[in-house]
């Protein structure tokens, strides 16, 4: 097979983070899970590595703009609230990175699915600037919850006319936006569940 797409999922904050921030990742949880009457989840985050048909190793991850990269973004979006955007501190990025590892590859909770090959990475690096730069971390119209960086990889994925039936983070993880990708694209290749 020429080429590939994984997906990937990593731990929000993946060993970066200060300790006040991953407390108030766990707070954020916590009081969710109880809003919700749930059992709290370990926060995850969606991410692809793909190969191309010309052999090129890309990244495919939504983050805040303010991080080095090494490319223009594919899309830009407001953080909050739209006319934060102006700030880049309150801005994200929709990075299609040519490197061969993802930041927090090796704090992978499980080994990569494999989506397709490598006309199927052709085709998401030619969605990733159509994908919508909605608000981060409110809903968008038609949406069941918050757009999130899981938000930007399922819409792209299904656009690309990936089936994500099934296919959602592991048992124990929540990956809180997955849906509202699923929701946002203009058509789906097949009923997906919310996976949140």
Same mark, same amino acid.
């Given at each position: 097979?020429?080429?590939?797409?994984?997906?990937?999922?990593?731990?929000?904050?993946a060993?970066k983070?200060?300790?006040?921030? *991953?407390?108030?990742?766990?707070?954020?949880?916590?009081l969710?899970?109880?809003?919700? @009457?749930?059992?709290? #989840?370990r =926060?995850?985050?969606?991410?692809? #590595?793909?190969?191309?048909?010309?052999?090129?190793? /890309?990244?495919?991850?939504?983050?805040?703009? /303010?991080?080095?990269?090494?490319?223009?973004?594919?899309?830009?979006? &407001?953080?909050? /609230?739209?006319?934060?955007g102006?700030?880049?501190?309150?801005?994200?990025?929709?990075?299609?990175?040519?490197?061969?590892r993802?930041?927090?590859?090796?704090?992978?909770?499980?080994?990569? &699915?494999?989506?397709?090959?490598?006309?199927?990475?052709? !085709?998401?690096?030619?969605?990733?600037?159509?994908a919508?730069?909605?608000?981060?971390?409110?809903?968008? *119209?038609?949406?069941?919850?918050?757009?999130?960086?899981d938000?930007?990889?399922?819409? =792209?994925?299904?656009?690309?006319?990936?089936?994500?039936?099934?296919?959602?983070?592991?048992?124990?993880? @929540?990956?809180?936006?997955?849906?509202?990708?699923?929701?946002?694209?203009?058509? #789906?290749? !097949?009923?997906?569940?919310?996976?949140?």
């Amino acid at each position: 097979m020429d080429g590939y797409v994984d997906l990937y999922w990593l731990p929000v904050g993946a060993g970066k983070l200060s300790p006040p921030r *991953k407390w108030s990742l766990w707070l954020w949880e916590a009081l969710d899970a109880a809003t919700h @009457r749930r059992a709290r #989840k370990r =926060l995850l985050h969606a991410a692809l #590595k793909l190969v191309d048909l010309a052999g090129t190793t /890309f990244t495919v991850e939504l983050m805040p703009d /303010f991080l080095p990269g090494t490319v223009p973004p594919a899309m830009t979006g &407001s953080v909050g /609230f739209s006319a934060a955007g102006r700030w880049r501190f309150f801005r994200y990025r929709l990075s299609c990175e040519p490197v061969e590892r993802l930041p927090d590859e090796e704090w992978a909770v499980q080994s990569p &699915s494999r989506l397709g090959d490598g006309n199927l990475a052709n !085709t998401i690096l030619a969605l990733a600037p159509t994908a919508p730069p909605y608000v981060w971390g409110l809903r968008a *119209k038609g949406t069941r919850e918050m757009w999130t960086s899981d938000s930007a990889i399922s819409w =792209l994925l299904i656009r690309a006319g990936v089936s994500l039936d099934g296919i959602g983070p592991p048992a124990g993880g @929540r990956a809180p936006g997955w849906s509202a990708g699923i929701d946002a694209a203009p058509w #789906k290749a !097949t009923a997906a569940p919310a996976h949140s």
